[in-house]
C-alpha cells in the first residue's frame, strides 16, 4: 500500500506540474494576443487620424452617415490616404504653404514608420504564437504518455501484491503458543537467552546468564535472568512446549571433578 500511494502521489504531482505549465503557456499566449489587439488599434488610430488630417470634409460626412472612419479597414484607411497625397501634390499643393508640406510628408513619414514597426511586431507576435502552440501540444502528448506510464506501473503493483499475498498465504502459519509467549512479559529475557544459546552454541548457566545481561545491557546478578532460564526448562501451565532441557548429571560430574 505504501508503493501504492507513492505512486499516485507522484501521478497527481506530474498532473498538477503538466497542467500549470500548459495553463501558464495559454496564458502568454492570451497576453500575446491581447498585445497584439492593442498594436493592430494603435496602427488603425494612427491611420485614422492621418486621414482626417488631410481630409476633415469627408471625416465629417462619413459621421453625419454614420459610418465613421473608425469603421473602416486598413486597406481603406490606407487606399483613401494615398489618393488624397497625390491630389496634395498637383493642383492642391499651391494652396499649402511649403512649411505645411514639410510638416505633413514628415508626420506622415514617422507614422510610417510606426506602422512598419507595428506590422513587424505583430508578425514576431503570431510566430511566437505558433511556437507556443507547438509546445503546447508537445506537453500535452507527454502527459498522456506519462498518465499511461503510470497507469501501467500502477497495475504491475497491483499484479506484485497480489502475487505477495498469494505467497504469504502458502507459508506456514506461526502456533499460537509462539503469539502466546511473544505477549508475555518475560519474552525480551527468555527470547535473549535463545538468541544467545543458538548464536554462540554455549550451554552453562553462567556462560548464558552473561551473554544474556550483555545484550539486556543489564547486571549478571539480576534475579529475572536466572528466573528467565528457569522458565525455558519449566514453563507454566501447559500453553507454552518446554524450550531447553537441562543435564543434571552432567552437571553432578563436572562438580565432582571439580
Keep these: 500500500m505504501v508503493d501504492l500511494t507513492l ?5 497527481n504531482q506530474s498532473n498538477r506540474i503538466s497542467r500549470e505549465i500548459i495553463g501558464q503557456s495559454e496564458e502568454h499566449e492570451q497576453k500575446m494576443q491581447t498585445n497584439a489587439q492593442k498594436l493592430w488599434e494603435n496602427a488603425h488610430k494612427h491611420l485614422v487620424a492621418l486621414l482626417r488630417l488631410l481630409d476633415q470634409d ?3 460626412s462619413c459621421e453625419k452617415a454614420t459610418r465613421p472612419l473608425e469603421s473602416f479597414s486598413d486597406d481603406d484607411l490606407a487606399y483613401l490616404i494615398h489618393i488624397r497625397l497625390r491630389a496634395m501634390q498637383g493642383s492642391a499643393s499651391k494652396k499649402i504653404e ?4 514639410n510638416e505633413i510628408k ?4 514617422e507614422l510610417s514608420q510606426k506602422y512598419s514597426d507595428l506590422e513587424q511586431e505583430l508578425i514576431a507576435t503570431q510566430e511566437s504564437k505558433k511556437i507556443i502552440q507547438a509546445e503546447k501540444v508537445a506537453l500535452e502528448a507527454h502527459l498522456a504518455a506519462l498518465r499511461q506510464i503510470q497507469k501501467d506501473d500502477v497495475a504491475q503493483d497491483i499484479q506484485t501484491q497480489k502475487t505477495d499475498n498469494d505467497e504469504s498465504k502458502n507459508l506456514t502459519p506461526v502456533p499460537d503458543w509462539v503469539q502466546t509467549w511473544q505477549s508475555s512479559k518475560n519474552f525480551e529475557k527468555t527470547s535473549a537467552a535463545i538468541i544467545v544459546m543458538g548464536e554462540m552454541g554455549i550451554a552453562l548457566r553462567p556462560s548464558i546468564i ?10 549478571t546478578a539480576n534475579k529475572n535472568l536466572d528466573e528467565a532460564l528457569n522458565w525455558l526448562m519449566t ?3 501447559n500453553e507454552f512446549p518446554i524450550l531447553v532441557e537441562q543435564i543434571s548429571d552432567f552437571t553432578a560430574k ?3 571433578q571439580n
Design 210 to 219: 552473561k551473554q544474556m545481561a550483555k545484550r539486556l545491557s543489564l547486571s
Design 58 to 60: 469627408y471625416d465629417e
Design 98 to 101: 511649403p512649411v505645411e508640406i
Design 106 to 109: 514628415q508626420r506622415l513619414k
Design 254 to 256: 563436572t562438580t565432582r
Design 7 to 11: 505512486e499516485e502521489f507522484q501521478r
Design 235 to 237: 514453563p507454566e501451565g
